[in-house]
């Protein structure tokens, strides 16, 4: 009986944390961190098409194919690690070398499923997505709008539970997210990001 290790590796998700350069309040793995960026990008997206709903030359992504490339975006993490965002951006070559290690990565992840070459694709497309279309650019903008966001709030969790460790990195993050330009994005940054500094009675409407 042939066994595939690929679901029990992506499982392993869960042992690998965040910001570990920075003292938390309370931990966030990559798995948990990838949910959080699968429900923001696939709001994110049905923003996005509802604000160009109107332009029939617009590009209008499937917002599930979004959530798909989001829940699957740090899955190469399983064997790089969480590299430090300082590190990873710290030169060009540092970032190309890294995106060189994040391919092989995915790869070797793909090597792990049945020896079918539409499956392996299909999920290689998941774990390391070409940008070779104006479509599938915008899907990675998204996710990566996303990931910030999910990044953001994580910052405002801290915040709101005493820490101060993660005020740099909600202001340097918050400018991230503006700077990107994307009207979905700042939409849900000033409707939806604030309620999560909310205790569970506000979120609620309670008084």
């Not at 970032?95 to 049945?114: C, F, G």
Request: glycine share 4%; net charge negative.
């Amino acid at each position: 009986m042939e066994e595939y290790g690929f679901y029990a590796m992506l499982d392993r998700m869960q042992y690998i944390n965040r910001w570990g350069l920075m003292r938390n309040t309370r931990t966030e793995n990559i798995k948990e961190h990838s949910f959080d960026v699968a429900v923001i990008a696939f709001a994110l997206c049905s923003i996005h098409n509802n604000m160009v709903k109107d332009d029939e030359t617009a590009i209008k992504p499937d917002p599930y194919k979004v959530q798909a490339y989001a829940l699957y975006h740090d899955c190469t993490e399983i064997i790089t690690g969480d590299l430090p965002t300082p590190i990873k951006y710290r030169s060009r070559e540092i970032t190309s070398a890294y995106k060189e290690v994040e391919h092989e990565a995915a790869l070797s992840l793909v090597d792990l499923l049945p020896e079918d070459e539409e499956l392996r694709a299909q999920y290689l497309d998941l774990l390391d997505p070409a940008k070779d279309t104006d479509e599938k650019v915008l899907m990675h903008k998204l996710v990566k709008a996303a990931d910030k966001i999910s990044a953001y709030i994580k910052c405002l969790r801290e915040e709101s539970s005493g820490s101060t460790e993660f005020s740099a990195a909600k202001k340097a993050t918050g400018e991230a997210v503006k700077a990107m330009g994307l009207p979905e994005a700042d939409y849900f940054m000033k409707h939806y990001v604030p309620p999560y500094g909310y205790t569970l009675d506000e979120i609620s409407g309670k008084d």
